[in-house]
């Protein structure tokens, strides 16, 4: 049962990473969950098992996109695409709950109208997909992410799995890649990226699917979940490996600096030793949670730190960062909560880059039903970094517990009540 837990959960993880399932708006039926999830076991629990990540991780997905299109929405129309969103729901569920009733066996029709909802929801991510990368740019503010190099000047909006080739006013665009070089610490390092303009679509661009027509660049910055969906899990049409184009020509002008939207409020609360930041931008309402470590040779400038992303539903993303040290493995991260130690967490994600590392865990199930749990019961958290993965020597590092729940409900309800604490 270990290793099929394991193997459903590889196959269910680019869907996570990518924002979207590898499915064609024009056809989504060709993917379909339930064969996947019969070709890994003939086990009834084991395939129903599969296809609820799988549903988990779609409306995810789903949720994901639409705080995205939303940002960009007046109220009225806000209040028409959510009701759209609630009415989608309400006929996906009549829609496929009528199978328990039509099929026979009671097992066979339970995966009959599980598949329904998988596949129904494929339709409506395929369709806001669409909707994102025909939009032409109406909304006026384009975010995604941006490459730049020798023979890159390619934006992908968050959601979409269509890229733009830059141009535009020479020096708008010259000052975009200018900001890239200045932040990015790689070759083609994939940066998040904010954009005043519109989308053009046109064939003349090997491999992409028009023009970003740009006017103004408002952000310019290392990507995180809490922004959009990182472009992970690399293919041939990544951004960073996409087919050599020629770049737009344009002169390189004095790096300026870019300065993000001030958010509409911010809420700040200690709870013993851990702080809330509570952030209102538009119709998105998040809170980041943080503590900080203490242990051997721990300097304001090295200290550790776990930070928690909470969204609405009480989504949780988590982020420890290890400033002015290099950790190539999540093997080498060995956790703890009080007594109770749980070893290294597979499945997280590793970022190295001139700062530190950061480790990004934000396996959905993972938090929800193991890790919070074990945070919120708990009094100690302690984090060990080993030298080698056979090696018990390390760095130890010790933070508090108590306080995480009163964050998280202050938290919570500044999300649920749209910030009307």
């Known amino acids: 049962m270990q290793s099929l837990t394991k193997v459903i959960t590889a196959f269910l993880m680019p869907a996570a990473l990518w924002l979207v399932p590898q499915v ?3 056809q989504p039926q060709d993917y379909n969950v339930l064969q996947e999830c019969m070709k890994l076991s003939s086990d009834d629990v084991d395939i129903n098992n599969c296809i609820d990540n799988y549903l988990d991780l779609m409306d995810d997905n789903i949720q994901d996109i639409t705080e995205y299109i939303a940002r960009d929405l007046d109220d009225a129309s806000l209040n028409q695409f959510q009701l759209s969103q609630q009415a989608f729901f309400d006929y996906r569920k009549q829609n496929c709950l009528w199978y328990l009733e039509f099929s026979s066996p009671q097992a066979v029709a339970e995966k009959i109208a599980k598949n329904c909802l998988a596949k129904m929801s494929q339709y409506r991510l395929a369709e806001l997909q669409s909707l994102i990368a025909t939009d032409q740019g109406k909304a006026n503010t384009l975010r995604g992410f941006y490459v730049y190099g020798a023979s890159r000047n390619s934006f992908q909006p968050c959601g979409s799995d269509q890229r733009y080739w830059v141009v535009g006013d020479n020096e708008q665009v010259g000052q975009l890649q200018q900001d890239y070089l200045n932040q990015s610490t790689a070759s083609l390092q994939v940066l998040y990226a904010e954009l005043r303009g519109s989308i053009v679509p046109n064939q003349d661009y090997p491999e992409h699917s028009g023009e970003v027509r740009l006017t103004a660049v408002t952000m310019l910055s290392p990507p995180s979940d809490s922004q959009c969906r990182l ?18 020509a344009v002169p390189e002008p004095e790096p300026v600096v870019q300065t993000p939207d001030e958010p509409e409020q911010l809420l700040r609360a200690y709870f013993g030793e851990w702080l809330a930041e509570c952030k209102q931008n538009k119709s998105s309402f998040t809170c980041e949670l943080a503590v900080s470590f203490t242990g051997d040779g721990v300097t304001d400038e090295n200290r550790p730190e776990l930070r928690m992303s909470r969204r609405a539903s009480k989504r949780t993303l988590l982020y420890m960062k290890f400033p002015d040290r290099e950790v190539d493995s999540p093997a080498k991260i060995r956790w703890r909560v009080d007594n109770f130690a749980f070893g290294d967490i597979v499945g997280s994600e590793i970022r190295v880059d001139e700062a530190g590392t950061q480790q990004l865990v934000h396996e959905k199930k993972f938090l929800r039903d193991d890790l919070m749990p074990l945070f919120i019961k708990g009094t100690e958290l302690g984090v060990e970094v080993l030298v080698d993965v056979d090696d018990d020597r390390g760095e130890r590092f010790e933070a508090s517990l108590k306080g995480l729940t009163r964050a998280l409900n202050f938290a919570d309800d500044f999300i649920a009540s749209g910030g009307k604490l």
């Open 24 to 26: 064609s708006f024009a």
């Open 231 to 248: 472009p992970k899990g690399a293919t041939a049409n990544t951004l960073a490996t996409l087919p050599e184009v020629k770049p737009a």
